[in-house]
């Protein structure tokens, strides 16, 4: 393993130890209404009327809800969709902070807030039962806060829909009755509604509402409006072709008699027999348009108009987090190429409020999809990714149950069950480690460490031969697929849990720790290689079928596999393929690992055509088109394009130096490029015979190491090469 410097310990712990500055003492006052204060699926619209004298250079609001809100000033989209799901901490919730100045303008103004409050729990949220709204800005020259003084009512417009969304989503699907609406009450300072607001009989900080978490990911990137290309009909549908899998919050703007029903919907309402996201419009009669606030996700959306109902336009504005697809790659296998590109999207595709398995069916922050997710992003996307996987993984320590148990997903309001395995992956090698290395930021450690070593140290026990008790867990799951050898699976993970726990351990001066995990790995893989290491390979007693090639896989990316082992795994990796996409990821790295990168890429030409559809954007969450089609942790390929076909891997936090040490495999030309926290890298390749032709620019303020024509390293300082190698 890399060892952390002296410079580089006083520098990551550090960046550790600074805190900001604490927010002033809260003004405002939750703000609500009486006989919505439980209700499912309510919304409720506030209304300010602020005069200002003269306008501040700066007012920088905190805003708080259960569960989201939309922010207007003087008729002005300030925040569309803010909030976060609650949970930073059982109880707890978030607040954003949005600098309003810009919009407010001596004189009246008119502030207007829409709250949509879930009102029911789901695998991503956790109700507090009061449908609540905090805002709260502070300057020496003016104060804006919740109180009894701002109007407020409930928008009867927003309705249930009939059809509703399956358990794990806190998200109502909507029916908006336009018969209801209040034309103007958001724009229009002449256009006062009725009712005032409650004001909550609970301070904020306190329960229900929990303490309050400054946002740590950004807001939103919104489009304006956008024009659909041409409509494919068929009978009453209206479908449009969108230019990928994305979140979207479709529009239109109709003629019709009063009482029709619209229903609009994608190709992903209905995922795996469960119901997803829709919504469904009840005209008024005239002239009108509307914008569904509710997201939902597809490639296609769908449209389906009664008769007597004329479409006069239609569009969408798409939303997502807040980071750019900034990576690249391309190379002479046209497979190849399709994958990346739909892996990238993907993984954009399941990022919103915490990663997500899939953006339909759950939104859910399971774990084991996360571990692989963080690491996709180090190399497709920008550095704004890295604050999603920081903010998940405080979220996966900080609901560490009273027994010391880690679950996921998390924030939950109606799941608290622990996945062994995946937790394992999460706070190991390929999760916290992974996070913390590739970003350079250590700032996670002295919050993370003591619930990581309770986990490790008091909830798993270990044998006579110093190798973990199988636990089960609430869910005995370590991978989807049948011939799992799950007793062979459990030590490697145990074992590169141990291995980041030891990193940790001395990076915060625990040399006890260090020393204890390290002696434990020792005796754990000697263990291993002799109780488990057969003439077929790595097997456990209780096993009865093939052997497993996950097992394999673990044993060599974790390292208690030596090379004299190779030549009987790589027979077990020929003769078995049980992995599927969550684990597949590992027998890809330990087939490069070896040092056969062409049978990874044989490997990939046999499964991945079996998540990739044309016309679909994004990856499937099974082989052979099996369950959501929108499963980021089936992209973790592209880790293997970069690291080991590609071979660019960090050697100290960050990328500060990083080593370039290709296995191109049957590929002849390859072009790829990361943005890294030390800049952005670029490398071309181009094969022939034995030898590779590199162009390589290495960013300014780093070191890279690249293997010599006579099989030495060389380091290059910042610049543009051209090389051969």
């Not at 700032?443 to 798993?460: A, D, F, N, Q, T």
């Not at 006890?512 to 005796?523: F, L, N, T, V, Y």
Request: a negative charge; hydrophobic letters at 35%; one cysteine or more.
């Amino acid at each position: 393993m890399h060892r952390i410097t002296a410079a580089v310990l006083s520098f990551v712990l550090g960046a550790a130890l600074c805190q900001a500055a604490p927010d002033a003492e809260w003004k405002g006052k939750w703000i609500g209404k009486e006989y919505t204060k439980c209700a499912t699926n309510t919304w409720i619209a506030f209304r300010k009327e602020v005069k200002v004298d003269k306008v501040p250079a700066k007012l920088e609001a905190r805003i708080a809800a259960d569960s989201k809100y939309w922010l207007w000033i003087n008729g002005e989209t300030v925040v569309f969709e803010g909030g976060l799901k609650r949970g930073p901490a059982p109880g707890d919730g978030y607040y954003d902070k949005v600098d309003i100045a810009p919009f407010l303008k001596e004189g009246d103004n008119l502030i207007a807030v829409l709250l949509w409050h879930f009102g029911q729990v789901g695998f991503s949220h956790q109700n507090s039962g009061s449908a609540a709204f905090l805002f709260d800005a502070q300057s020496p020259e003016l104060e804006i806060y919740s109180d009894r003084s701002w109007q407020g009512t409930a928008h009867l417009a927003y309705e249930s829909k009939e059809e509703q969304t399956n358990y794990r989503l806190p998200e109502s699907s909507i029916r908006f009755d336009a018969r209801k609406d209040m034309p103007g009450w958001n724009t229009d300072i002449r256009r006062a509604i009725k009712g005032k607001a409650l004001v909550h009989p609970f301070a904020p900080g306190k329960a229900p509402l929990g303490a309050l978490v400054e946002r740590p990911i950004p807001m939103w990137k919104v489009s304006g409006l956008k024009e659909y290309g041409e409509p494919v009909r068929s009978g009453d549908t209206l479908k449009f072709r969108m230019p990928h899998n994305g979140h979207y919050h479709p529009y239109f703007k109709v003629e019709a008699p009063s009482g029709k029903v619209i229903r609009y919907e994608t190709d992903h309402e209905n995922v795996d027999g469960v119901k997803c996201v829709s919504g469904e419009y009840v005209t008024r009669s005239g002239v009108q348009e509307y914008l569904s606030l509710p997201w939902m996700n597809g490639d296609w959306m769908y449209y389906i108009i009664p008769e007597g109902v004329k479409v006069l336009k239609t569009g969408y504005v798409e939303s997502s987090y807040d980071a750019e697809i900034s990576g690249s790659f391309s190379c002479d296998d046209p497979l190849l190429d399709d994958y990346w590109q739909k892996a990238a999207r993907t993984l954009l595709v399941c990022m919103r409020d915490t990663y997500y398995d899939c953006p339909d069916r759950e939104r859910a922050q399971w774990w084991g999809d996360e571990v692989n997710e963080l690491g996709m992003a180090f190399h497709a996307l920008d550095r704004k990714a890295d604050a999603l996987a920081f903010k998940g993984a405080r979220e996966l320590v900080n609901w560490q149950r009273a027994d010391g148990v880690l679950f996921a997903p998390i924030p939950a309001g109606n799941w608290s069950k622990e996945l062994p395995m995946q937790t394992l992956a999460s706070i190991g090698w390929y999760g916290f480690r992974t996070l913390s290395w590739y970003s350079g930021d250590f700032s996670l450690l002295p919050e993370i460490y003591g619930p990581v070593h309770r986990y490790l140290h008091e909830v798993w026990k270990l044998d006579a031969d110093g190798l973990p008790i199988y636990r089960g867990g609430d869910w005995d799951w370590p991978d989807a697929g049948e011939n799992q050898d799950k007793y062979a699976q459990l030590p490697p993970w145990y074992y590169l849990a141990l291995k980041a726990e030891a990193e940790f351990a001395r990076m915060l001066g625990k040399e006890a720790d260090a020393a204890e995990d390290e002696a434990m790995m020792a005796r754990l893989a000697e263990s291993y290689n002799r109780l488990y290491w057969t003439e077929d390979g790595y097997r456990s007693a209780e096993n009865q079928g093939p052997t497993d090639d996950r097992a394999q896989a673990l044993a060599v990316v974790s390292g208690i596999a030596g090379a004299d082992k190779y030549p009987t795994i790589l027979k077990v990796f020929g003769e078995q393929a049980h992995a599927t996409t969550y684990m597949f990821k590992y027998v890809l790295e330990a087939l490069c690992e070896m040092g056969h990168p062409e049978l990874a890429i044989e490997r990939m030409h046999r499964f991945y055509p079996t998540i990739m559809r044309d016309g679909v954007t994004t990856l499937w969450e099974h082989w052979n088109f099996d369950g959501s089609c929108n499963h980021a942790w089936s992209g973790s390929g592209i880790i293997i394009l970069n690291e080991e076909i590609a071979g660019i891997k960090p050697t100290s936090p960050g990328y500060r130096t990083f080593s370039v040490k290709p296995q191109m495999g049957t590929l002849k030309k390859l072009e790829t490029s990361l943005d890294t926290a030390s800049g952005k890298i670029s490398l071309k390749l181009e094969k022939k015979g034995r030898r590779i032709r590199m162009h390589l620019v290495v960013p300014e303020g780093t070191k890279a190491e690249v293997p010599s024509s006579k099989r030495k390293t060389r380091l290059l300082e910042a610049g543009e090469y051209d090389l051969t190698i």
